[in-house]
């Protein structure tokens, strides 16, 4: 038996509840809730009303050297380590408030989540291993998330230098044009 | 404005900084402290607070808050037009995180 006490049972059945509603995967749960993994996998299914997706976890620290994915890692991060260095919250509360207030920032901008709950999981645990750390940008003076050994003592950050075309994604273009469309096939 | 009429704007300034700030940390203190950028033990002060308290502090002549970031890169970001709206108070976000918190003197 993983869990001894029901009480705390129910406490990690309501935070793996919890955590599913935002997203997470069932990688995460088995590695912060001490419960059994039939016990995650029937509440997942319970919560989500499908089976969790097969196959590993996205494991490359290169996904949040790219722009875009820079640029909400490292909001995510500064907000997490502000929680740590000024409030209580520590491990998975930080995780899920952290995560909510950059929902919440994402979408007052009507910009996407680009980074989903596992993945911010996963920054943090790349940041505990020092596989990734922060790079002071020469130009804001803010942090952002850099690869651990880089050279950053000359960093300058993706928002102080947008690079050419950052943002055109072929996601991003084509839903303009279909919107242009629609509209000149209405009028 | 006569002092009067200053008196009176400060003063319903202060009572609606005060209540929300009073909302915000009884509704989830630690995103309060974000939000507000507030350290925790003033976090508690402003919970605790009665309403006749927050009345009496409401209604003194100064203003209870304060601009939070006299950083100008960041008051420039946040005032910005130039650029894309969204991205420029994304770049704003991830400064202020880095910014320190209001103590207790």
Sequence with gaps: MRTRSIVSEGKGIELASEL?????RLQLLEAEIGLSREKLLKLYKEVKG????KGMLPFSTDWFMTWQ?????????SLYRFLLDHTGARGLHALIKAYRLYLEHVQLNDSEPVLTLTRAWT?????E???????????????FVAHAYDLTHNYTCGLCHVPARAGKTRRAVPVIGTVDHAVAAIV | MTGAEIHNEIREVNLAYLMLAQQLVRAD???AVFRLGISTQLAEVIERLT????LRM???????????FEDRMLTDLLASHEREAGMSRLHAAILAAGEPVEHLA
Aim: glycine share 8%; with cysteine.
């Design chain 1, 20 to 24: 599913v509603r935002m997203g997470a």
């Design chain 1, 50 to 53: 499908e089976s969790p997706p």
């Design chain 1, 69 to 77: 994915p820079n640029i909400h890692a490292s909001l995510f991060m």
């Design chain 1, 123 to 127: 920054l943090i645990r790349f940041f």
């Design chain 1, 129 to 143: 291993a020092r596989m990734l750390q922060w790079a002071r940008c020469n130009g804001c003076g803010g942090n």
């Design chain 2, 29 to 31: 203190r630690d995103s």
């Design chain 2, 51 to 54: 309403p006749g308290q927050v």
């Design chain 2, 58 to 68: 409401a209604s003194s002549s100064m203003l209870l808050c304060r601009l939070r």
